[in-house]
């Protein structure tokens, strides 16, 4: 079925093929991608439009003593199967099997791990200082997207590297898209950009024919270079990335490897930074990810001959339900202003950007920025919801701390895929926002435990609270555990279960694990009380020091890293208060989750049901 792909096990056996047998190979790595990719879900659409590129790549570099660095790593599968990764395959995002992102862990070829945007200019420069200072001959090069270069990292470090006078790669993958299409100034510049592709096809051909010519064609591409950067001059200003001190070469065919092969050996050729600009079309190949790329940007299995996902999506998940409240609250609360960071698909505000197109901004890959234009909404007046997923909300770390806590400003954090998010692995776990944020000054964290509790925090968060506040809920859907719940009150848990041996105060989507330990507890004769803490922080200190005076044992369950998390602030609490009452915190110990399903991680980090009761048995016998 796949003659030429079979064959592939490293790089140096792509440099032994011919033309006629990379495009084949081409066309068998998308059947094999789209095949594979619909069994184990992952990001199709973006690997499909790398193909060429890293076929290119293999074709040109020396792996792994070159080093490619791939921006956010979504789109490496491409490289993971031409580096003797193929078998395992069908293991892809599964526990214990391949990751779906550079892993050096995995492979000599991976160079850098990634996960998150805009990074690999700074990685990929670093590496070529070290290699400058080694004084060794390899070549270093990063692959970035146009979505990417909206985050001012990347930016920072194209700045940076401009003056370097020995050889930088960066390749930019031009494809109009991040996971939605792009917006912004960067985008608009790149448009103009592509709108005259023709000197640089001119010029590649015209190198290529001096070149071949016998004795006189040396001296004759010297003559001509004037020429042509006169020529060039005729059609196009000069770039931002020229001004930045970079030799710019594009924008050319992503999908056409001869050239791109052609330049690429180019590029290796200039002593000082050199980007180069490909046009690619994210999904190639596959008719139904080349219409929806947004879909296909990350999707769960599907049915290759019609492209339906074969696991039907609940109409009502947190993300689908945030957005819908926050238009209802929009609609009466005409301040409201909803922002995000090149996620309106994945955090529900579709809807809102097409009726308050005035109110809502897509800020690009720039978090750092969103939450500052939020400090500076709210400076003005108006009540900014930042709606980002918890992974993604680090990267904003002091701008929250330095422009939102310190002036203690009204900005409701909307945390999506707060907790285990599963395949997408450790840089994508939305497990450490409760411990970072619970450390800065002014900030109130709530977690709903169902739909009904996200509108009822919701409305407090934008209508009622004073100062910056956070609302964390996971990814996926809701499952509403117990009925005729008392409304939400800031500060007041809610109380589930009543039982004598043992309290349990759960966090979030948690609740519903701590409600099936409830009940298996009873098989062992132990009645537990279960709170819904509701407000994790700050919590109601009085309130769990009663607690602790009245159950021999507490125990304290989150989605989220142990230090610095909510367990530890009820540690600290019990022991400043002299209380000799046992506690027992499950949360993650490890502070690195993997990759897998949610529920084989929750097992793995021991915070399922059954682990939850055996520890619990154990700390009140122990």
Known sequence: MYEILEKINCPDDVKKLNDRELTILADEIRNFLVDSVSKTGGHLAS??????LTLA???VFDLPKDKIVWDVGHQTYVHKLLTGRRERFDTLRQFGGLSGFPKCEESEYDSFNTGHS??????????AEARNLNDDDNFVAAVIGDGALTGGMAFEALNDAGPMKKNFIVILNDNNMSISKNVGGI???LTKIRSKPVYFKFKALLERFFRRLPVIGKPLF???KRLKDSFRHLL?????????GFTYLGPIDGHDIELLSYVLESAKSINNPVLLHILTKKGKGYKFAEEAPVLFHGISRFTVDTGKAQKKTASQDYSSAFGKHLLSLADKTPKLCAITAAMPVGTGLVAFAEKYPDRFYDAGIAEQHAVTFAAGLAKGGFTPVFAVYSSFLQRAYDQILHDVCLQNLHIVFC???AGIVGEDGETHQGVYDLSFLSAMPNMTILAPSNLDELGEMLDYAVLKHNGPIAVRYPRGNSQCIYQNATQFAYGKPDLVTSGKDVCILAVGNMLLKAVSACDLLKEHNISATVFNMRTVFPFDKGFVTDLAKEYPLLVTLEDGIRRGGFGESIASLIADSGLNTKLLIKAHENPVVPHGNPEILYKHCGLDENTITQDI???LRG
């Open 57 to 59: 790549l293999f074709k």
């Open 47 to 52: 690997n499909l439009g790398v193909v060429e």
């Open 617 to 619: 048995i154990k700390k």
């Open 236 to 244: 196009t200003s000069s770039t931002i990335f020229e001004d930045l």
């Open 415 to 417: 945390i999506d895929r």
């Open 118 to 127: 805009s990074t690999s200019v700074s990685a990929a420069l670093g590496l």
């Open 187 to 189: 985008s608009k510049y």
């Open 222 to 224: 010297k003559i001509s």
